[in-house]
Every structure is written in C-alpha cells, then in structure tokens.
C-alpha cells in the first residue's frame, strides 16, 4: 500500500488534530483546513473529496456532469446560487434548477431561502 503523505506519522496526526479544531462546528474538514505543506503532491491538493455519507448516496444514482460538478462545487466553494452555476456552466437557470431538484429529492443538497437569494450547500448527513 502506497500514501501520499509527505511526512511521518507524528506530522500526519497534527495536521489531522489541527483540522478538527479549525473546523469545529462545521461538521465538514475542508481541504483549506488541513494547511498541508508545499511539498504536498499537487495531484491530491486538486482533489476535493466528497464526505462519506454523500459517496454512499454516489454509488445508488447516477448524476450528470453538472450535478457531480455542483457537488464538488458546494464543498469546495460553499453556498452556491442557480445564478452562479448557470453562468459557470453556460446553462440556463431552468436546466440548473432540474439538476438541483435530483439533488435535492437525492438528500445530497440542502435549499436555504425561497428567493432570489436561495442557495444550496451539502447536506451534512
């Protein structure tokens, strides 16, 4: 077995330690929590790493490009808007609105607000 860690076990520890801490009451380590060091692969640090209980979910559905994309984007950046993805993924907000729809029925996203302002982030469990 092979791991993308640059330094000892000890190393390992304090940086996982000291991203729960950074993240307490978020219920999610982000990848910008953990500070990992320069020498770190840049193949992992591209990587965003879905929680556990959303691949589970992955597995039983099948998404399409913009709802994996939407994903990744709400764990990444945070809340996202219908506006802000449409424009991204050069869509209309219809389309955007169907692929957010899956994921909401999927109870892989979470809607706050019935407005203009609504937004959606990852469903914490």
Same mark, same amino acid.
Request: proline content about 4%; aromatic content about 4%; some cysteine.
């Given at each position: 077995?092979?791991?993308?860690?640059?330094? +000892?076990?000890?190393? #390992?520890?304090?940086?996982?330690?000291?991203? %729960?801490?950074?993240?307490?009451? @978020?219920?999610?380590?982000?990848?910008?929590?953990?500070?990992?060091?320069?020498?770190?692969?840049?193949?992992?640090?591209?990587?965003?790493?879905?929680?556990?209980? %959303? !691949? @589970?979910?992955?597995?039983?559905? +099948?998404? +399409?490009?913009? !709802?994996?994309?939407?994903?990744?984007?709400? *764990?990444?950046?945070?809340?996202? &808007?219908?506006? !802000?993805?449409?424009?991204?993924? +050069?869509?209309?907000? !219809?389309? %955007?609105? @169907?692929? *957010?729809? #899956? #994921?909401?029925? @999927?109870? #892989?996203?979470?809607?706050?607000?019935?407005?203009?302002? &609504?937004?959606?982030?990852?469903?914490?469990?």
């Amino acid at each position: 077995m092979s791991y993308c860690w640059p330094g +000892n076990v000890r190393e #390992l520890e304090h940086t996982i330690s000291r991203a %729960i801490i950074l993240s307490a009451g @978020k219920g999610l380590i982000r990848l910008k929590d953990l500070e990992l060091p320069e020498t770190f692969p840049e193949k992992v640090l591209k990587e965003e790493i879905l929680p556990l209980h %959303i !691949q @589970k979910k992955l597995k039983e559905i +099948n998404l +399409n490009t913009h !709802q994996r994309e939407i994903l990744k984007l709400a *764990l990444g950046k945070g809340p996202v &808007t219908s506006l !802000q993805l449409s424009q991204l993924f +050069n869509v209309t907000e !219809q389309q %955007i609105r @169907k692929d *957010l729809k #899956l #994921l909401l029925e @999927k109870d #892989l996203l979470e809607k706050n607000g019935t407005t203009k302002g &609504t937004y959606y982030i990852l469903r914490k469990s």
